[in-house]
């Protein structure tokens, strides 16, 4: 067996860490420009070419990176400083049923969502508060979900008890989702598809009957986090979060956080790599300004928690002083909106997001809030174009006609029904409550847009023109059917071709020529493994064994006579306190070795305990592993997980 191996040396290389999807990451590409502005060498390695087999940390500072590119040969890349990108952690602590096949991570159940017909009904839980969790809750309403409850596990977001944006709360519950605070207590199977889950809140044990569970998160406050850590102290090795995990319009908040600290994390390595910063001349002022708008950023981001804007309700009216709030706030007009429909955005929080500034063609936003007005209506000549640009469906147009018994409101419309002119709405408020009826006086689709975006221009009874933001229809059919509408039709849309297969010896119909996972998810007979449905097969656990060969179900599509044999799920697997199902490792064992052992640090109990050195590389247990040692008193606020490998370390002759 022969290795080739080549060498490199960069000042800074930034690789991307085990399951980033997003690669490289808007973030760090400033990260790079910037510091190849200055002058540094920086080299980027991650992605199907170069694939990052690991780090490892030198005594001094910085690190050699393992790189394995498309010939398989082996790169050891020499860095001055290290930036490894890892995926934010999306799972909550373990709680009996949290391993079963009924519980998903919000990308798992992103990627069936459209594919298949799995069904969601009666309810969904949707674990987390965040905006992603808003969004997908909103997703699955929209599909035709009767029952979609996010949940927040966390008592620590204070005043706030949500994570998210107030307008993405708004938009779920619009749309008719619930919110409530509540710590999972256990998921239990009822029958093939129907699953109990035990939720504790303040009045006690609740009882929901539910299809799926879903992980959205956040599962951590993010009080003191910036998302960047250094480990050890002055190593020049960094750790970075990336958050965002889909396009920039659904994930902006994401995305521009992660902007702002690649852009302050540069900073810190230009500023410890560069041997003469006087040098610099003018660069250095654009270098210094950069951290400033950077750190002013990052702070108006945060704020959004530290002065809410939650509004308080009377029976189905916006309390009277929420509502004078809310009317004096820049960005509603204040005359204009008498005489033509000009556009009232009531984003009134301060949030990470300037979506629609940028798209506004007059100029007739901007979101300098606090400073001059948010909305200049003298500008604004009702074109709708920040209608379509906003992902939390917040801005309106309207026209209030004094005199008139009806006003009208344009709203973008984004649900699976297509309204036609003339239709009968049910008025809702902020929050989801009927107001009464109203018209659907014209339906636009807007030029350019894609999807099933509508612009409904809507007759309002004119009291109501300061209430009503969404519609709804008049009677929704049972939610039951509309599940197995919608199952019936995406069977359609695939052909309705089913095939005869075997899973484990049983004769079964499934859907064909879909992947193996979607398929026993549709029949009710995935796995726990199965719910890390990755894009790559890069997590390695839904292995099955096809037709006597050992294949990734997440790789393999189903055909008419195939016979597959699942891995018999071990026992232990399905324990409720296990904290890293593939090293079989509890909760209770890692107390029990801290305590004897007298350990101190994350490193030394990773080491003892072996946690997250399974095949899914710590996916499923490494945050709760933090958010277990943390509890202890242990500080993980700067622990860098750089064991080494990250994936299979098997070198290819
Ligand atoms: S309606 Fe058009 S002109 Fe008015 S704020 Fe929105 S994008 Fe700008
Ligand atoms: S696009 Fe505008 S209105 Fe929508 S969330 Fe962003 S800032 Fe708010
Ligand atoms: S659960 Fe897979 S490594 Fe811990």
């Known amino acids: 067996m022969s290795i080739s191996v080549r060498d490199g040396n960069f000042d800074v290389v930034v690789v991307a860490g085990p399951n980033v999807n997003v690669w490289p990451s808007p973030g760090m590409r400033s990260l790079t420009s910037l510091c190849a502005e200055m002058g540094l060498s920086v080299g980027v390695y991650g992605g199907n070419s170069l694939q990052v087999r690991g780090v490892i940390p030198v005594s001094s500072t910085g690190g050699v990176v393992i790189v394995e590119d498309a010939q ?200 410890g790599l560069c041997p003469d910063l006087g040098a610099l001349g003018e660069k250095r002022e654009k270098l210094e300004e950069a951290l400033r708008r950077s750190r002013a950023r990052l702070k108006r981001f945060a704020r959004h928690r530290e002065e809410p804007f939650i509004p308080a309700y009377e029976g189905k009216w916006m309390a009277s002083a929420d509502l004078r709030k809310l009317r004096a706030f820049s960005g509603v007009p204040r005359l204009e909106q008498n005489i033509r429909p000009v556009a009232s955005i009531e984003c009134i929080e301060e949030i990470g997001c300037n979506l629609c500034e940028i798209a506004c063609p007059e100029s007739a936003i901007d979101i300098a809030r606090g400073k001059g007005r948010f909305l200049d209506e003298s500008k604004c000549t009702g074109c709708g174009i920040c209608l379509d640009a906003c992902p939390s469906s917040t801005p309106i147009l309207m026209h209030e006609r004094e005199n008139h018994s009806t006003s009208l409101v344009t709203l973008a419309w984004r649900g699976v029904h297509l309204w036609k002119a003339g239709e009968t709405a049910v008025l809702v408020n902020r929050r989801g409550d009927s107001l009464g009826s ?179 590389h710590g996916q499923l247990c490494m945050g709760s592993f933090r958010r277990l040692l943390a509890q202890e008193g242990v500080d993980v606020s700067n622990w860098i997980d750089w064991r080494f490998p990250w994936s299979e370390w098997v070198l290819r002759p």
């Open 72 to 271: 398989k040969r082996i790169h050891r890349i020499h860095a001055r400083a290290v930036v490894r990108v890892s995926a934010g952690q999306q799972l909550p602590d373990p709680f009996p049923g949290s391993r079963s096949e009924a519980f998903l991570p919000l990308a798992t159940a992103r990627r069936l969502l459209p594919l298949s017909s799995v069904l969601w009904s009666p309810a969904t839980i949707i674990l987390g508060s965040g905006n992603a969790a808003f969004r997908f809750g909103v997703q699955l309403l929209e599909k035709g979900v009767s029952d979609v409850i996010c949940m927040e596990p966390l008592s620590q977001w204070g005043g706030k008890f949500f994570s998210a944006w107030e307008v993405e709360r708004r938009c779920f519950e619009m749309a008719g989702g619930k919110l409530i605070e509540a710590t999972p207590v256990s998921l239990s199977r009822k029958s093939l598809q129907q699953w109990e889950f035990r939720a504790r809140d303040r009045q006690g044990v609740r009882i929901f009957d539910v299809a799926r569970v879903v992980a959205a998160g956040p599962f951590d406050s993010l009080d003191g986090d910036d998302g960047i850590r250094e480990y050890p102290p002055a190593s020049m090795l960094f750790e970075v979060e990336q958050r965002g995990r889909e396009s920039r319009s659904e994930s902006s908040r994401s995305w521009s956080l992660d902007e702002e600290r690649a852009r302050r994390l540069a900073v810190r390595l230009i500023k």
């Open 438 to 616: 109203a018209r659907i006086k014209s339906v636009d689709t807007p030029v350019g847009v894609t999807g099933k975006k509508q612009f409904l221009q809507i007759e309002v009874p004119t009291h109501l023109i300061w209430e009503a933001r969404s519609v709804k229809r008049p009677r929704p059919p049972a939610d039951a059917d509309e599940d197995l509408k919608f199952a019936i039709q995406s069977e359609k849309a695939t052909g309705g071709a089913r095939a005869e297969v075997t899973v484990n010896g049983e004769p079964r119909f499934v859907q064909n020529g879909v992947l193996l996972t979607q398929a026993l998810f549709e029949a009710g007979r995935s796995r726990p493994e199965d719910s890390l449905f990755c894009s790559d097969g890069s997590c390695n656990l839904c292995q099955v064994t096809v037709d006597g060969a050992k294949k990734l179900a997440c790789r393999t599509e189903v055909h008419k006579g195939m016979s597959v044999e699942l891995q018999p799920v071990e026992s232990a697997r399905s324990e409720s306190d296990l904290l890293c199902p593939c090293m079989n490792v509890k909760k209770a064992d890692i107390l029990e070795r801290m305590r004897t052992a007298k350990l101190q640090s994350p490193d030394a109990v990773a080491e003892v305990t072996r946690v997250g050195e399974g095949m899914c």
